[in-house]
């Protein structure tokens, strides 16, 4: 694959993704806080938003694993249906490590803030 090839690839991929993004952004932003169903979905669950976005993206890595089994095994389609879920898979994952590392940024001003340190 040349560098061109491959450059392509990217940017199409993080084009995909911020376009995911700004889609989903209003249908999960609870009361304007554009995490704010990751630290609702972690109050039902009784866990930490961060685990609990880990446990989100986990579902598209099984998903993703499975459909890489398939390939492996040679009962691999490569159709348009299946690359587009390889994409999916794909883009949720990329994105939902975006949204953990916000939540993390959250969590690290938070502790900076109570212990009046500053940033590093």
């Known amino acids: ?18 376009s995911m993004l700004l889609e989903r952004a209003a249908a999960y932003a609870t009361n304007g806080d554009r995490l704010g169903n990751f630290y609702e979905g972690a109050q039902l669950n009784g866990c ?6 880990f446990s ?6 099984v ?7 398939k390939i492996e095994a040679g009962q691999g389609s490569y159709s348009d249906y299946e690359a587009g879920k390889f ?10 490590a975006v949204l953990m590392q916000a939540i993390y940024s959250q969590y690290k001003q938070q502790a900076h803030d109570l212990i009046g340190g500053g940033h590093d």
Do not use: C
């Not at 930490?48 to 976005?53: A, E, M, Q, S």
């Not at 989100?56 to 890595?61: A, E, P, R």
């Open 1 to 18: 694959m040349t560098p061109e090839q491959f450059e392509k690839i990217w940017l199409d991929q993080v084009a995909t993704e911020k």
């Open 48 to 53: 930490h938003p961060l685990r609990y976005g």
């Open 56 to 61: 989100l993206v986990s579902k598209h890595i």
């Open 63 to 69: 998903a993703l694993r499975d459909l890489i089994v």
């Open 87 to 96: 994409n999916e898979y794909i883009t949720d994952i990329r994105n939902y």
